[in-house]
């Protein structure tokens, strides 16, 4: 997985994909990671890694990852740090050459980049799922499923086109399930050689094959390890990263990737008409409906027969946009993106306010956790500015990009964000976010409390955010032990978010800002490796009895 391999082999392993619909090694009462510190944790691996696979240490945490410790939905939202603990350094993992449109068996290069200053080499673990499982082969081909009975004769995935080895030394399929990529012994210890003339980073090559018809939105997961070389090397010399990007089906004849054929498709495919030269651009291979390699008659037939409408209802950058994305973009955007902190005030940051520098340009500083901004929590105390939320916003998709694109002193309310490092591709996640991804609770009628995004949620009440999170501890205590434990403690004391002074834990964060845990919990943390668990497709009433459990901690 992650930045270096360092995965139990498989026989060490007591946790499989939970895709074939077996338990993970964390589910049980008695798991290995359930209970202790970090430390011990990562004793009881490195025995299980030492003693187990029966081989040297170094050497069977380099050799390969087991398969579902990317983040993925398919291993429930595990990442590296179930063994190697929460470790986090100053690199990162990026997923490159990855399509923003995929179209039916098209294969695509792709290459995990791994860049960490402090370490000295790196490995990795990448897999390509869909939203929801779905039977592959077998009498219910295609249908959705929950369990490996549902799909006779075949079997219940996320997982979603194949992935084809480029270079077998360095790469290999994770314990021979080939829906997960991981690096090899070679490939990790060929990144330690080459390491310092990389630039503190490496890359692998691996190729995907995209499935043969429209599998809805496709995400590549990708994990991976850093380490420090030599004898020394344990498990806490290592840090851990993930990233991921998502891609939507490629229509044909729909040029421009808004999921509509229209006008504006007509006048790509005008311009690419008989053109061999332009079909070098992706823009004509999208109206070459037929695939033979030329834009012709029978591709303007094809595009007529589809046309659906005389302009696209909907910016294609905002349906293309990544909401979970957007809401990692809404906190510390910079930490996400990598590019430099931003320095000086943000110029509508207001006077009254208490903040200064950096945590001025975090959107959440003015429009809040909450969304309402001065209507919500922000409405007084260390936080308040005045400026409204976000929530419920009656302006477009392009006039919000346009306002926030906007130079302050031309555009009353402009927010600048391009010129203070936020590329488009970001903006436009945060406004998918804003619009269509803001959570609230009920309030009134029998889901008093549950989690919502629109009144008609609500069975006979309102989505205002008004009522507190109704949720089960008992049912959040399960999912808290096999999902955030881990990392965070039994207690939720293992992280500190404070200081040795002024400690904030998992269940003061539950308890004094139920509208962050949330946020987090559903999105991720800019910055650190904490997993998106709405990404992998849990059910929102999961992050309500999560947040209840959580509540009961000590703070």
Known sequence: MGKAQFFLSESAQSRTDVASGNDECCAGANGPFRRGTVTQRLLVATALATVVAGIPIALGLRSGSGPGFNGGAAGSGFTCAVCHGFNIGSGFVEILDAPRRYRPGMVYDLTVRIEAPEEDGAGFELSAERNGRFCVGGDNDGASCSFASNCPGGKCTNHTGTFVLQDSLRTQFASGAHNYVTSTLDGVDDSVSTWAANGQSVEFQVQWQAPNADAGPVTLFAAANALLDGPSFTFVDTRYYANHTTFQFARDSDADGDLDVDLRDFATLQRCFSDMDLLTGLECTYVDADGDGAVSLVDVALAVDTLVGPVATLPPAYVLADSV???????????????????????????????????????????????????????????????????????????????????????????????????????????????????????????????????????????????????????????????????????????????????????????????????????????????????????????????????????
Request: proline share 6%; glycine share 14%; hydrophobic share 35%.
């Open 325 to 555: 994305r957007g809401g990692l973009m809404y906190d510390r955007w910079w930490k996400e993106t990598r590019v430099p902190q931003p320095v000086g005030d943000h110029p509508l940051y207001p006077a009254i306010g208490l903040k200064a520098g950096a945590a001025t340009f975090r959107c959440k500083e003015c429009h809040g956790w909450d969304y309402r901004g001065a209507d919500g929590a922000y409405g007084s105390g260390s936080h308040f500015t005045g400026i409204v939320g976000v929530a419920g916003t009656s302006r477009t998709p392009q006039e919000l990009f346009d306002l926030l694109t906007a130079d302050p002193n031309v555009v009353p309310g402009g927010h600048d964000m391009d010129a203070f490092g936020m590329s488009e591709r970001d903006i436009w996640d945060v406004i998918k976010m804003v619009r269509e991804d803001v959570m609230f609770t009920c309030s009134g009628g029998l889901d008093a409390g549950r989690l919502c995004r629109t009144d008609v949620e609500c069975d006979g009440g309102i989505c205002d955010g008004n009522t507190a999170v109704a949720g089960n501890p008992a049912v959040g205590q399960g999912w808290f032990d096999n999902l955030c434990q881990s990392c965070h403690g039994l207690d939720g004391q293992e992280l500190n978010f404070g200081t040795v002074g002024d400690p904030e834990y998992l269940g003061t964060v539950a308890n004094s800002n139920a509208p962050e845990f949330l946020h987090v919990v559903r999105f991720g943390h800019a910055g650190f490796p904490m997993p998106s668990f709405q990404l992998v497709g849990f059910d929102k009433q999961v992050f309500a009895d999560i947040l209840t459990y959580a509540a009961t901690l000590p703070q």
